[in-house]
């Protein structure tokens, strides 16, 4: 079978679960494994360095259906089919009919939709097919948002998600259409790197994409949509669905001519969202939003290795540019696993607790072992520490940035990107462990903490498989470098082999060296925790008598120090109950945050926009007379500009 053929019945079977997916749960399941298996064959074929594309006689809206899969798309549908897969196995326990019966069967006929979508959108090679799959992928994912209706504020998250998207769609058609008048009216995708004339439609495309990616300021949808949605549909939306973003920026910045500038700008904004999005992590005490601002951060270390790729394209593609863009596409399916498997072990607690407050969690390490092992296991790989599958990515990145500093250029401020990358690496660590010490560590707070369950296979099976994902690239880094370098080569053809120009097999030895250490210590300590003449005895309480879950580090206590330095940009909201008795009885002290973006710039916009339009309304109340009046004015008012036109 061509990788054609293998495409074509991926969809045939992900179209079939739509069917399945109203009465059948178990066939469903099948159906979407054996399509998300199709299409992975598919990819890793073209990985191997065969592309493939395909023209049909067949006119859909006057222009011929065309599909076209090379190594760069190839790259993300991979993600696409492994993570699609994980999220319906997960889902099946997860989101079952037995909890959720009016819900579940909507959902799995709308995951099936989003996977086909995003794969249609990675292979459509036409802009006007392509605009029209983006936004029937854009409506699923408000659909599987919004699946459970009855909050209010899972509605709110999804209309503010869905009204993101259509912005980002019409700067999209503009860029498309404006593309398809520069190029004789074809809405035909592909390389024009040498019309340096349609350089200016990149900020169109930029900011389309942008909103997709969630990259700071365009943020905004992302952390209610992900907070609200259920964990599976988090995992997909921050693990994929925002890569498809990525993949527009990756895939245009490739085919077209960029400005001057863009270069520059793309790292800018990758700087900005790196630090603030995980600033905003680091306060959150909704651990399902601390994980989609951690989503920022990450979209902004992805977007400073392009930004690096695009400004060493203007200097002779420069080999500091080819190891900054494999650092981040690397990181695409880096953040892919290990962000999945964070919202798939935030699920676990969700379903086990029914909260998403950290401050009412605590004490789940003994109740919940596998999730909280597996929780920690991803903290350590999305805060970029060794030898996880985060810091391989940000180490090429890292060299791309240093090598890039070296030059004693203008060039040399790449060493900001590189501190702010490092600062911001600080605070990932800081924001997990507060993660994993206040969520799994100490005593329960609440009894349904203490009373919580360790989820099923089902869902435990996806979280394993992700975990191993993360240590393969972690500690064979060396395997992907082939496969690596075909991406970066179809991005920019004729380029070097990404292993010679940075020791990954000394990478990958170090990574193992270190990993053995790690297993050898942790059994040590293991050893001497279960000695039998240790000695057991309580927890120091300061001098209190009878210590309670109450006497414990909470969210705001990691964070308070954090959140004074920059408490204009986190507008907290705080609830204050001051003691005020000798012997009081209670006192409250509580903290929320809120993002400045939304609040102080979005919000208030979209409010002196909804006045104007109830103005306008006011000028239509059903009086003919009036309406003429209106139009005699219209009238008038262009013979004025006619008349000064002409007299000019």
């Known amino acids: ?88 196995i997960y889902s099946h326990e997860y989101w079952s009919d037995d909890h959720y019966p009016d819900s579940a069967p909507k959902g799995r006929v709308w995951w099936s939709l989003f996977l086909t979508c995003m794969g249609l959108v990675l292979t459509v090679s036409n802009g006007l097919h392509f605009l029209i799959t983006w936004e029937l992928f854009a409506v ?40 398809a008048s520069h190029n004789n009216g074809s809405w035909e995708l592909g390389p024009m790197r040498e019309r340096t004339g349609l350089a200016p439609l990149f900020w169109l495309a930029l900011f389309g994409f942008g909103v997709k990616a969630g990259f700071f300021p365009l943020h905004i949808w992302l952390p209610s949509a992900h907070a609200n949605a259920p964990s599976h549909v988090s995992a997909i939306m921050s693990g994929v669905a925002i890569k498809m973003g990525i993949y527009g920026i990756v895939r245009f910045s490739g085919w077209l001519p960029v400005p001057t500038a863009a270069p520059w700008v793309i790292m800018g904004l990758g700087t900005v969202s790196a630090l603030f999005g995980i600033a905003f992590a680091f306060v959150q005490n909704d651990f399902k939003r601390l994980l989609a601002y951690c989503s920022v951060e990450n979209i902004g270390i992805i977007m400073i290795g392009i930004g690096v790729a695009l400004l060493a394209a203007t200097h002779g593609d420069a080999a500091w540019g080819r190891l900054a863009l494999a650092g981040a596409l690397l990181h695409v399916w880096n953040h892919g ?16 607790t029914h909260t998403r407050e950290m401050s009412r969690l605590g004490g789940l390490l003994r109740t919940m072992p596998w999730t909280a092992g597996l929780f920690a296991l991803g903290s350590l790989a999305v805060a970029g520490l060794p030898p996880l599958n985060g810091f391989v990515s940000e180490w090429l990145i890292y060299l791309g940035l240093f090598d890039a500093a070296a030059g004693r250029e203008p060039i040399a401020w790449f060493s900001i990107p590189a ?7 600080a605070i990932a660590v800081a924001s997990f462990a507060k993660a994993v010490a206040i969520t799994f560590l100490g005593r329960p707070r609440t009894s349904t903490a203490a009373h919580s369950v360790e989820c099923g296979i089902w869902m435990r099976g996806p979280m394993l498989a992700l975990a191993c994902i993360c240590l393969a690239i972690g500690l064979a880094p060396n395997l992907f470098c082939p496969i690596m370098s075909e991406v970066v080569a179809e991005w920019r053809p004729g380029q070097e082999d990404i292993q010679a120009l940075a020791p990954i097999a000394t990478l990958g030895a170090a990574q193992m060296t270190l990993a053995l250490l790690i297993l050898a210590a942790t059994a040590l300590l293991w050893r001497q925790t279960c000695r039998k003449d240790l000695r057991h005895g309580r927890t120091w309480d300061c001098g ?47 903290e929320h945050f809120q993002d400045a973006v939304l609040e102080r710039l979005i919000s208030p916009a979209a409010a002196a926009v909804q006045q104007l339009y109830s103005a306008a309304r006011r000028l239509q109340h059903g009086r003919l007379q009036f309406y003429i009046l ?19």
Request: aromatic share 14%.
């Open 140 to 179: 699923c994912g408000y659909f599987l948002i919004t699946l459970d209706r009855q909050r209010g504020e899972t509605r709110a998250a999804g209309w503010l998600y869905l009204a993101a998207s259509h912005a980002g769609t019409m700067c999209l058609f503009a860029f498309f259409a404006l593309l």
């Open 630 to 648: 209106y139009v005699l004015a219209g009238v008038a008012g262009l013979g004025i500009l006619v008349m000064i036109g002409g007299g000019q």
């Open 544 to 590: 209190y008598a009878l210590p309670t879950a109450r006497m414990q580090y909470t969210s705001a206590s990691f964070s308070g120090i954090a959140a004074n330095w920059l408490r204009r940009l986190f507008l907290p909201e705080r609830k204050l109950r001051r003691p005020r008795s000798i012997f009081p009885t209670e006192a409250v002290y509580m």
């Open 1 to 88: 079978m061509t990788q054609g053929e293998l495409l074509l019945f991926a969809s045939a079977v992900l179209f079939g679960s739509v069917v399945a997916g109203f009465r059948w749960p178990r066939a469903w399941l099948m159906f979407v494994v054996c399509g998300a298996i199709t299409a992975m064959a598919a990819a890793m074929w073209t990985l191997q360095g065969s592309s493939w594309e395909w023209q049909s006689t067949f006119m859909l809206g006057g222009q011929p259906l065309h599909f076209r899969l090379d190594s760069v798309s190839a790259w993300f549908l991979m993600l696409v089919a492994v993570m699609g897969g994980a999220g319906a």
């Open 337 to 352: 696993a290990f962000k999945s498997l964070l919202f798939f072990c935030a699920g676990s607690v969700l379903h086990a």
């Open 419 to 425: 501190i702010i990358l490092a600062m911001s690496g």
